[in-house]
């Protein structure tokens, strides 16, 4: 999936996580994730990276990021990180309705 992809998918039904590469095509994960940011302020976002994980450090806390993941990802890790995510997204936003 490339940016324009996932704005278009956010358009039609706003996600609790959106998790993006930084390099992806047509929109980039930068681009991608500041226009998140302003037209969906409760999608909670991490980035995923190739890059060392201080380089990703540094460009997710830039982006205002607090989760970035290092590639290749742990699957397990995964699964539980997410779901702490949107824990914590649930305590500060609320609880969706059902």
């Known amino acids: 999936m490339d940016g324009e992809e996932a704005l278009a998918i956010c358009r039609n039904a706003v996600p609790d996580l959106l998790m993006t590469d930084l ?19 409760t999608v909670e976002l991490a980035v995923m990276t190739g890059e060392t994980m201080l380089d990703a450090g540094r460009c997710a806390v ?17 699964g539980f990180r997410i779901r702490k995510m949107i824990d914590a997204n649930d305590a500060v936003w609320g609880t969706p309705p059902s």
């Open 23 to 41: 390099d992806v095509p047509e929109v980039r994960g930068k681009e991608l994730i500041e226009q998140i940011r302003q037209q969906y302020p």
């Open 62 to 78: 830039a982006l205002g990021v607090r989760h970035c993941f290092r590639k290749p990802i742990e699957l397990d890790h995964l």
